[in-house]
């Protein structure tokens, strides 16, 4: 079953949803948000693209813009789309196929189909997208859909849980499309989404969703007849198989509600393709699963429900306990941790009006694991600042970049895990347990079976609080009203005579395997008979066992433990040690350490345990197993009971006299404390024993502290010796960068020049190969750019030449410049000067 929080009342959301249908009658149509904000334009333009001009929708665009500036939004999109774009106006009603943009310095809502403009102030509240996201869900219901587009910061995340609350739509521009991702990464983060995709693929989900919503509405009854609803069941089965939590005991509606969405989202249209498509795909199963926890939630929901526990309720509970004591509460159904922190915060505020010093224990449990990792982290997005206020974000906030995190010393307060309310063990001994809109999901054999649980949760005085549309029931005797609109209650103190029978939950169901039909044949009845003597003999005569590993962690248990064991107070444990009763702890552990080092039978004689009042002599055995190899390893913890002395009819002990007696109980008493110095001399011995290894364990790491201490020191040198060279080659470097750029300038200078001379110009090196040449020399010598690096002899020329070469080679040898007249083939006649190339060293 589902424990995350809703934020909204199912009585409301009734009212909510009648409401919207009875003003929608006439005229219903689906109302789509779209927010963005930085690289939106672009995201918006690939959207209204895709849309056709008879969607049937009504589109309302907000965007992040500069106040007092006329906006360009709505001619930029009209470009891209055929449907008429607008600048919205205020009591506009809304028109389907028609798209409407957030004028600038206003906030927009919706109220009964029609836009309301709102003045910008300095002290808002929610951020512009939030609040209209606000406004839709609760206008339009299930006919709202809400799109995170392109965007920084966090806008948009808040809006998105109240549209998934009134069961509404949301989708999100993928991260890898979106400008910036900011907006978008932080709606997905929520694991509300509903699809995850490109703006230009939006619009046709769009239109496929709400056209198969509609169908699905004229021809899916609201309520199935019971033989035709063996599908559910199936579907129960899949999820439990899969998640490994049963969802049986949810209300009806509520499981055909959620279906109902997937199977739209899917276009899907029969009950009996759905079970396939999820089988066929996991993260469907998952999809659904996350579906039906409803898992939104909010910091200080109700916030009049908060102020009344604040003033009526938390005085008297915190003002009733002793100094430096433990306030312990219980939140199932936590979600990602809002209401978790609420509580703490709250109590905090009390905590610190009074004198007294006071610890907290609060736990927040959920069956979505995802969710607890959330709350555990404690991040969340800016805008929760409309929640919780300015003052309560600087007190028990810290602000990283978009984000607000919870100060550690209200995070040290918090034990969050992963817990089934109904079929794990529930906390005890609670100050207060708030289990709120949790129960209305819950069918009534849920909630039946779950308030007297949470009655024995709580200790005299303790205090339940459920949400404002959950009640108690027929669970009168146990709760008394404290607040009747809050549904906040204190436990009664009820007679165990009539005490409602508690179905205590213990962990996770272990089935039988199934009877053999040949257990009846007459063949198999002597190994049946075997048995059966086996099983018996157990149960009669065999003492208390409990198999262990080495660590103490109960494997195996043989028998009744009641007497020697039992479940303490917190967090659920599964070390004996933990579980042991008064006078059994010092003993076995004693006897645990020893077994482990000795690996030989262990035995503690006459050890005395408190057992509901009175006192029980057992002789404790641990017996380190080396057979069967299955077994090898673990430890078999054996409680055998001494019986006591027998009296007669008359209540004198028989056949004893005061003397025998007398001396009877001091030789016990004698015995007792010869065991008792044993035991302490052993306790010293390897207390000794442990200071021993704990001084070569010190001496062991202050050597290697020294050595990482001198490492350190290295470290520090190198850092410093690498952060000085970091600078002089960032000097180099800079001195490089300088000559790189003169040298570009010198080369385009060059060029240019040669360029402008119209003269032909070939560089040749030492080897005779070609470094250079100008266009105007390809005229004359048949170069292309591929010749660089070739000898020059190899290239063609036009030139009537032959002494070209050996010229090159005189120049080369006697640095002395030769000048001569030379004719091409086409009769043309150029001044040859062959001069030698000079470096800055040659002059």
Request: hydrophobic content about 35%; overall charge negative.
């Amino acid at each position: 079953m589902s424990q995350s929080k809703s934020k909204s009342h199912e009585t409301q959301g009734k009212k909510a949803t009648g409401r919207i249908e009875r003003k929608s009658a006439l005229k219903s149509f689906p109302v789509v948000g779209l927010g963005a904000s930085a690289g939106g334009l672009e995201a918006l333009k690939a959207f209204f693209t895709k849309v056709p001009p008879t969607s049937g929708m009504a589109f309302i665009v907000l965007v992040h813009m500069t106040p007092n500036q006329p906006s360009l939004m709505p001619a930029l999109l009209q470009k891209t789309t055929s449907i008429p774009v607008s600048a919205a106006k205020d009591e506009e009603p809304l028109e389907p196929n028609r798209a409407y943009v957030i004028p600038p310095n206003k906030d927009i809502s919706v109220y009964n189909g029609k836009i309301q403009l709102l003045d910008m102030t300095t002290k808002r509240g929610l951020l512009p997208i939030d609040y209209f996201f606000r406004s839709l869900a609760q206008d339009q219901g299930e006919n709202a859909a809400a799109i995170v587009l392109s965007g920084m910061g966090t806008d948009g995340t808040l809006g998105i849980k109240e549209i998934k609350v009134h069961n509404g739509l949301v989708f999100v521009q993928s991260e890898d499309s979106a400008g910036y991702d900011g907006m978008p990464r932080s709606a997905i983060n929520t694991g509300i989404v509903d699809m995850i995709m490109a703006p230009a693929d939006m619009p046709e989900k769009l239109i496929r969703y709400f056209s198969h919503a509609a169908r699905q509405s004229q021809d899916i009854p609201a309520q199935l007849p019971v033989k035709e609803d063996g599908w559910i069941h199936k579907i129960y089965a899949i999820l439990r198989s899969h998640v490994g939590h049963d969802f049986s005991s949810y209300k009806r509606n509520t499981i055909l509600r959620c279906i109902s969405r997937r199977m739209n989202l899917n276009h899907i249209s029969s009950h009996e393709d759905y079970m396939r498509y999820l089988r066929e795909n996991p993260d469907e199963t998952d999809a659904l699963f996350r579906e039906l926890l409803i898992g939104v939630t909010s910091f200080f929901r109700d916030p009049e429900s908060f102020d009344v526990l604040k003033t009526d309720v938390l005085p008297d509970l915190l003002g009733s306990l002793r100094p430096d004591a433990t306030f312990r509460a219980w939140i199932p159904g936590c979600s990602t941790g809002e209401e978790v922190y609420s509580l703490v915060i709250t109590l905090k505020e009390v905590i610190d009006k009074t004198s007294n010093r006071i610890s907290l224990q609060i736990f927040g449990t959920d069956i979505d694991n995802r969710a607890i990792s959330k709350a555990r982290q404690g991040v969340y997005p800016c805008s929760i600042k409309a929640d919780l206020g300015e003052e309560r974000v600087n007190r028990f906030f810290i602000q990283e970049g978009d984000f607000y995190r919870i100060r550690k010393e209200i995070r040290d307060c918090v034990v969050f895990s992963v817990q089934n309310v109904i079929k794990d063990p529930p906390f005890s001994r609670l100050n207060l347990m708030c289990c709120r809109n949790l129960l209305i999901y819950l069918n009534t054999d849920a909630q039946k079976k779950l308030l007297p649980l949470f009655h024995y949760t709580l200790i005299p005085g303790g205090v339940l609080m459920l949400g404002s549309s959950e009640t108690i029931g027929s669970a009168t005797d146990l709760f008394e009203t404290i607040n009747k609109k809050w549904r906040i209650f204190r436990r009664r103190e009820v007679p165990k005579a009539i005490r409602q029978i508690v179905n205590f939950p213990t962990g996770p169901l272990v089935l039988e395997p199934p009877q053999d039909s040949s257990a009846a044949n007459p063949q198999n009845k002597a190994f049946d008979t075997s048995y059966l003597t086996q099983k018996v003999v157990l149960e009669l005569f065999a003492p208390t066992a409990v198999l262990t590993n080495s660590n103490g962690d109960i494997i195996n248990i043989q028998g009744r433990t009641g007497k020697y064991l039992e479940t303490p107070s917190g967090p659920v444990t599964n070390n004996i040690l933990d579980m042991v009763r008064e006078g059994l702890r010092i003993e076995l552990s004693a006897a645990l350490r020893a077994a482990r080092s000795s690996a030989v039978q262990v035995t503690k004689k006459r050890l005395s345990v408190k057992t509901n009042g009175d006192y029980q002599l057992i002789d404790l055995h641990v017996c380190p197993l080396k057979k069967p190899n299955e077994l090898a390893g673990r430890l078999l913890v054996v409680f055998e009971d001494i019986e006591s002395e027998s009296m007669d009819e008359t209540g004198d002990h028989a056949g004893k006299d005061d003397s025998s007696l007398a001396s009877t109980r001091i030789a016990e008493l004698e015995r007792e404390l010869q065991t008792t110095r044993e035991s302490h001399q052993a306790t010293i011995e390897e207390l000794e024993s442990s200071n021993e290894e704990l001084k070569s364990t010190n001496e062991e790491i202050q050597s290697a502290n020294e050595e990482l201490q001198s490492t350190n020191e290295e470290l520090d040198s190198s850092r410093e010796e690498l952060q000085s060279l970091n600078e002089e080659l960032q000097t180099v470097n800079a001195e490089l960068q300088g000559k790189v750029e003169e040298l570009s300038a010198a080369h385009d200078d060059m060029r240019n020049l040669l360029n402008s001379t119209e003269i032909a110009n070939i560089f040749v090196d030492n080897n005779m190969q070609v470094r250079r040449f100008t266009p105007e020399s390809t005229m004359i010598v048949n170069l292309i750019p591929t010749d660089i690096g070739r000898p020059i002899r190899h290239v063609a020329s036009n030139l009537k030449y032959d002494n070209m070469i050996r010229d090159l080679e005189k120049v080369l040898q006697y640095l002395t410049p030769v000048e001569t007249e030379v004719q091409t083939d086409e009769g043309r006649w150029f001044n040859m000067r062959i001069i030698p190339y000079r470096t800055r060293d040659t002059f």
